[in-house]
């Protein structure tokens, strides 16, 4: 079986594929005026058929794991039927998700039951006023009591992702109440350090903060660095015998960060991205039409490992394709 590799050794269990741009909240590192339409592409978010397809091709290329991302997966009404074309025939071993938990109170119990293997939910605050400047939405009390169901409905695999922004939610009062709040609860926490995107540069200068400010918190209160599963995610994730979750950063900016990357992007109109702030991609979905492409799907995403490159480069600033995060799923 040939199996995704780059030519730099690195191989790709692990896709992230976006099903949506659309995004209702407008947080201020991503859409802060709002998700709008792109009038210069008007291709249609790739179709379940299509997604069966796909995953049925990468299953055949080693790929273990798929991540189900948007803009928000869940705004998209046939959501649950494309969890089950992925679960039913492709061979995707895990399919998780990454959502802004809009909702998530009212449909904590179809999640519980699509069978998917994993929920990453996008809180920047506990602190409810924070959490509405952030996100532009009051819904910080809905989200946590959808949280509330799936630990009672024994829903495995819980993660919380709040992006680092400098004098909003990285005090140490911030870092204890995310410590209280998974210390009783099988939830891990992680930091994600603020990127720069095409879009985002002011915002970028004046609320970027290293995560070296919350890995020194973690180093000076007895947390300890776990080591990487072969399809985790980027997070390091650090653990306490005395609480049930664990904490974790995401730290694109620090040395080595590409050395370990293990997964390639599929945008909603279905082009394959090789890293989330590369400047190449092609569009695969003209062979995601018919069951006899599976080979020569399989093919082109092969061939295509040769053009990744070795880092991301996004130190010296750049940004790649990437506008901003809600067209590649972040």
Known sequence: MNILKDTFGRRFPYIRLSISDVCNFKCGYCLPDGYKINKSDNRKFIEKEEIGRLAKALSELGVSKIRLTGGEPTIRKDFFDIVGIIKKNSGIKKTVIT???????????????SGLDGINISIDSLNSKIFKKITGHDKL????????????????????????????NDSEEDFKAWAKFIKNNKIDFRYIELMQTGDNLDYFKR????????????????????????????????????????????????????????????TAKGDLRLCLFGNTGIN??????????????????????????????????ETGLTKNLSTTGG
């Open 141 to 168: 009390g809905e989200i946590l009591k959808g949280i509330e169901k799936l630990l009672k409905f024994n829903f495995k695999n819980i993660k919380i992702n709040a992006v680092l922004l400098k004098g909003i």
């Open 207 to 266: 609320y970027h903060i290293s995560a070296d400010k919350f890995i020194n918190y973690l180093n000076n209160n007895n947390w300890v660095i776990q080591t990487f599963g072969k399809d985790s995610g980027p997070s390091k994730n650090y653990i306490n015998p005395e609480f049930k979750g664990k904490l974790g950063v995401i730290a694109p900016y620090s040395k080595d960060f590409c050395k370990s990357c293990n997964r390639l992007r599929i």
């Open 99 to 113: 959502t802004n938990g809009y909702k998530l109170d009212q449909i904590a119990h179809k999640i519980k039951n």
């Open 284 to 317: 695969i979905r003209h062979l995601m039409q018919r069951d006899d492409q599976l080979n020569e799907l399989k093919e082109l995403i092969l061939s295509q490992l040769n053009y990744k490159k070795e880092s991301h480069y996004l130190e010296i600033g």
